[in-house]
């Protein structure tokens, strides 16, 4: 798997930082403003990271304001300009020129808390078995639909770290995403980094790979970045189609030839629950809150009396647990809305991969 990396060194002498994040920009210049202010103020010790932005060839006027960037009370910065040649290029050209210990991930629409850095390296000192750590990100809505789901998407949470290690479902490696990942430098150069053939499902495929070979990761849930959703109804629709489309890409590379199956309770903010066994033929099974839905649905039509009960039941739970009516109808056509475009581009997945995947 030839990439960035293939010449790069994993000896400590390149190390000079803790950390070093990397971020790869393009075209979102009003962003990664607010990104880097949040960085140049982490609580860590200015000498103790750097920051590293890599420019996949915007046309917004971003060269320029990355060239006049100037940080003499904060922490190392480096940019480079790259030509366009796509996210995951970019953050393993970023990782070849990095001299921190350990490598942070996270996007130019993302705002890390003060103490996220801090954060990350406690966590990795908990274990020394861990060589990779994620979370969460917290999604932040514009959009008037989706708005009202801010205020209870944005909750404190307390201190509680999950090893992560053996076989894992998709709904498992979701705290491991690109916008809130950090990786041991000399792991990730040692496993060639991220594959670039694949896109969006980069992270999904270095997570496969390094939990196949006895890895241990740390999901820490109160280590977070605010995500700038690209929340109107077009780009959404277009995000959560890649995901489905590419999701059963990773089911053919490495739970080939099983039946899978997995409960997704509301959508990883609870738990999840997998479970693989030998199958004729690849099948995938995600049951989660939109799935449920969708089967009650179905059976009001077939149903009618029955299904309508269910249905009313299913409602009424969501709005009791919630307490708030708008955020509650907000997250219902968030997730009807985003889970039916993945749905499809699960089905537009099937021909070219011929696997059971719903």
């Given at each position: 798997m030839a990439n960035s990396l293939s010449q790069v060194s994993t000896t400590g002498s390149e190390q000079k930082y803790d950390v070093s994040v990397i971020i790869v920009t393009y075209n979102r210049l009003n962003h990664l403003r607010n990104c880097l202010e949040a960085l140049r103020t982490q609580t860590l010790a200015n000498d103790r990271y750097e920051v590293i932005v890599v420019d996949d060839g915007s046309s917004d006027g971003t060269r320029d304001y990355l060239q006049k960037l100037s940080w003499p009370d904060g922490p190392a910065y480096r940019y480079f300009?790259?030509?366009?040649?796509?996210?995951?290029?970019?953050?393993?050209?970023?990782?070849?020129?990095?001299?921190?210990?350990?490598?942070?991930?996270?996007?130019?629409?993302?705002?890390?808390?003060?103490?996220?850095?801090?954060?990350?390296?406690?966590?990795?000192?908990?274990?020394?078995?861990?060589?990779?750590?994620?979370?969460?990100?917290?999604?932040?809505?514009?959009?008037?639909?989706?708005?009202?789901?801010?205020?209870?998407?944005?909750?404190?949470?307390?201190?509680?770290?999950?090893?992560?290690n053996g076989e894992v479902g998709l709904v498992g490696l979701r705290p491991f995403s690109g916008c809130n990942l950090h990786i041991e430098r000399s792991l990730f150069i040692e496993m060639n980094g991220f594959n670039e053939k694949i896109q969006p499902s980069e992270d999904i495929d270095f997570m496969y790979r390094y939990l196949n070979r006895g890895g241990v990761a740390a999901n820490r849930q109160d280590m977070y970045v605010e995500h700038y959703e690209r929340d109107d109804l077009r780009s959404?629709?277009?995000?959560?189609?890649?995901?489905?489309?590419?999701?059963?890409?990773?089911?053919?590379?490495?739970?080939?030839?099983?039946?899978?199956?997995?409960?997704?309770?509301?959508?990883?903010?609870?738990?999840?629950?997998?479970?693989?066994?030998?199958?004729?033929?690849?099948?995938?099974?995600?049951?989660?809150?939109?799935?449920?839905?969708?089967?009650?649905?179905?059976?009001?039509?077939?149903?009618?009396?029955?299904?309508?009960?269910?249905?009313?039941?299913?409602?009424?739970?969501?709005?009791?647990?919630?307490?708030?009516?708008?955020?509650?109808?907000?997250?219902?056509?968030?997730?009807?809305?985003?889970?039916?475009?993945?749905?499809?581009?699960?089905?537009?997945?099937?021909?070219?991969?011929?696997?059971?995947?719903?």
């Open positions: 300009l790259e030509g366009h040649k796509g996210l995951v290029a970019a953050r393993n050209f970023g990782v070849s020129r990095a001299g921190g210990k350990i490598i942070s991930f996270t996007d130019d629409d993302c705002i890390p808390e003060p103490g996220w850095l801090e954060k990350v390296l406690e966590t990795f000192g908990d274990d020394e078995r861990v060589g990779v750590v994620g979370a969460v990100t917290k999604p932040v809505f514009r959009n008037r639909w989706f708005r009202p789901m801010n205020a209870f998407l944005h909750n404190s949470q307390q201190k509680q770290i999950s090893l992560v959404m629709f277009r995000r959560w189609f890649s995901f489905g489309k590419n999701d059963p890409t990773m089911v053919r590379a490495y739970l080939s030839g099983y039946f899978s199956f997995e409960l997704d309770a509301f959508h990883g903010r609870l738990s999840y629950f997998f479970r693989k066994f030998r199958f004729p033929v690849t099948a995938y099974l995600q049951m989660n809150l939109f799935k449920i839905f969708l089967f009650l649905v179905l059976l009001v039509l077939l149903i009618p009396p029955a299904g309508g009960l269910f249905l009313v039941l299913f409602l009424g739970g969501l709005f009791a647990s919630q307490k708030n009516p708008k955020a509650t109808l907000s997250f219902l056509f968030y997730m009807i809305y985003s889970q039916s475009a993945y749905l499809f581009g699960s089905v537009a997945s099937f021909r070219r991969h011929q696997i059971l995947f719903f």
